[in-house]
């Protein structure tokens, strides 16, 4: 494909920071990123059949997850782009918003651009997502909102806050679950910070993994909290960017951003792991005060 950017598995050994997912629109190799796959494999376990602490609206009864729904970990594609998706959000409206990351909807994303200078797709860009009958549309990126609001190149900020909002056309609503692919679950935003050695759940659909479902666990978290430093069982790469990443007690974690292998450099291949309550928190003041995560309480590690 085209748009199967930058497989330079040679560059690993340098021990480089990069994105997990392809940029969209930009088929030049610069790097060793490349777009998702669209591998749909799932192991569902039986679920609960209860509205697990769902938002308050949109109202809707959530009954038992199937294969065939829009649910965390579902593929989105842009541009040229293919990313796995994370969590289900609602702004309190009449609205479903499923997540991703905001590198998936950058041409920038595979040339070491900073996101508070990088290009972006310009909100409101038709979206594919998984499952769905109708087109999404992207609603919110976390690397447009921090260029927006005057953020500085090569902070904290700007380097962590990779987060992105799909909007779900209403007329797919009745195919929304929130419930995560494998694991289930979440079962609520996860607030704070996660200590160091907690286990750690994903779900990714790239065509270069071995594993779709990871477990592993949290290695490190930077001074100012925006992303941690995990170690998977299958490590993430280029695909699974956006992947949903579920705290051992169920509750939603983060957004799998980076992929920083090293191979005699350091004892794992390790990913990065955006803070989500961090990422929600600025979405919130940038786009819609009322964004909240919409949970299901079953969980499944």
Known sequence: SPHMKNIHLSVLLLSLLTACGGGSGDTTNTSNNAPAGNDSVDNDVAGDSNNGGAADTPAQNFGQPSNSQIRPGVIVTAMGSQCTSNFIFSDGSSNFYIGAAAHC?????????????????????????????????????????????????GS?????????????????????????????????LFTGDANIG???FTYGQSP???QQAKTGSIQSQTPDGWIYSVSLSSPGVPGDSGSAVLHESGKAL????????????????????????????YAQSQFNPGLKLISWDTFSP
């Open 198 to 200: 907690d286990d750690i």
């Open 254 to 281: 983060g957004v799998l951003s980076t992929l920083n292998a090293c191979i005699g450099l350091c004892p794992v291949a390790s990913n990065g792991v955006v803070n989500l309550e961090m990422a929600l928190t």
């Open 105 to 153: 909807f950058s041409p920038d994303s595979n040339s070491g651009a900073d996101p508070c200078v990088a290009r972006n797709e310009a909100l409101g860009i038709p979206v594919e997502i998984e499952n769905a009958a109708f087109m999404g549309s992207l609603a919110y990126s976390s690397w447009q909102s921090m260029q927006d609001d005057g953020e500085t190149a």
């Open 156 to 188: 904290g900020i700007c380097t962590g806050n990779d987060f992105a909002l799909v909007k779900i056309d209403a007329r797919d609503h009745a195919n929304v679950h929130p419930a995560a692919r494998v694991f289930q679950g979440p079962t609520a």
């Open 208 to 210: 270069f993994s071995l």
